[in-house]
């Protein structure tokens, strides 16, 4: 069996996404996603001009040689763009596998480990009334675990705000980016009583978690953690930058909060330290981003050696591919936590036509061979690309912060 093509797909059905199909010359195609908020282009054009030639003519059933001579033959190792083109590659070789196989990719890895896969999704609101009530929004949908992000007095917007009425939360703009200003003093003080209004409204029974997105110093992020102990979060997470994985020593000396971090890595490499001094309880890499499921697979097994489990990012500024993906891994792997599931665009969910589906607060990535995720390529076309940012985040001096 032998690649005949290698086409990208940059549409935009509510979101940008970078769609990798993979065909072969005897008819059987996988599909992929590279998608990388707000520098799609760059992934795009990493494929097309530099990985797609060279896939041509090659076996796909060689998946584990195709990953090392991406990651190895490129000379420049690692990196955003190159692991998400390295990963758009990877799914959907897996999906050709499944589909030569006849195998759902789950059953490939190792069969299932669980009958479904806890998801959490995002409650928000303008402020705390507005956050109680998509909560139980969200509850009532079957949701076994909430992520609640709230407005902060006296600040114009904060990290998770939806725009609107309670609409689904999506950061990027179109256009430039927009600039939002911090407060760390408001924040921190204000988080508590949220936590503190849902327990008391709504008792201990639903996980409840939270995003700090690496606005925190490390000493700020043990303060916090220690402050919200008596809710009990399933998980606070990225409470500081991890560049320098060594800062969460301190802050794992002063909280038992359960931490989660990762949705920025692209490779094993970024969470190592993490992992081993058992710094993190979550690693919330992708396998859009980390290299896909072979990648994947391998931070797997690693920080199930030292019993940190799987947390992976689920925006919907991943493919619904990604989402299939992630719940094929998640499904098999022992030490799965929790996924996210943003939910999706429903232009989205018409151009990515997908097995997986959501019951109750589990997902099931569903039985079709390989990923189960396709794209109606004639709908995609309908989608064109439209330039769109994340939001930058200023101090309340002007100083650029982390958004
Ligand atoms: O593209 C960036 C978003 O995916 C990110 O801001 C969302 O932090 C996020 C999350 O936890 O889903
Ligand atoms: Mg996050």
Known sequence: MKITHADVIVSCPGRNYVTLKIRTDEGVYGIGDGTLNGRELAVASYLKDHI?????????????????????????????????????????????KGKIANLPVYQLLGGASREGVMVYCHATGSDIPAALES???YRDQGFKAIRMQCGIPGMSTSYGLAKGNNKAYEPATKGKPEEQAWSTEKYLDFVPKLFEAVR????????????????????????????????RLFWLEDPT????QADFRLIR????????????????????????????????????????????????????????RLGSHGPSDLSPVSMGAALHLDLWAPNLGIQEYMGYPEAALEVFPHAWSFNQ?????????????????????KYPYEPAYLPIARLEDGTLWNW
Request: net charge negative; charged share 20%.
């Open 52 to 96: 797609c030639p060279l896939l041509i003519g090659r076996d796909p059933q060689k998946i584990e040689d195709i990953w090392q001579y991406l990651y190895k033959g490129a000379y420049w190792r690692r990196g955003p763009v190159t692991m998400a083109a390295i990963s758009a590659v990877d799914i959907a070789l897996w999906d050709i």
């Open 135 to 137: 909560f139980e929004h």
């Open 200 to 231: 008391e409204k709504y008792g201990f029974e639903t996980h409840l978690l939270h995003d700090v997105h690496h606005r925190l110093t490390p000493i700020e992020a043990a303060r916090l953690g220690k402050s919200l102990e008596p809710y």
């Open 241 to 244: 930058p991890a560049e320098n």
């Open 253 to 308: 000396q002063h909280t038992v909060t359960p931490l989660a971090v990762g949705e920025v890595f692209n490779s094993i490499w970024d969470c190592k330290q993490l992992i081993e001094e058992q710094l993190i309880d979550y690693i919330r890499a992708t396998v859009t981003h980390a290299g896909g499921i072979t990648h994947m697979r391998r931070i797997a097994d690693f920080a199930a050696l030292y019993q940190v």
């Open 361 to 381: 607060g589990y997902m099931h990535p569903g039985d079709v061979p390989g990923i189960g995720v396709d794209i109606d390529e004639k709908l995609a076309a």
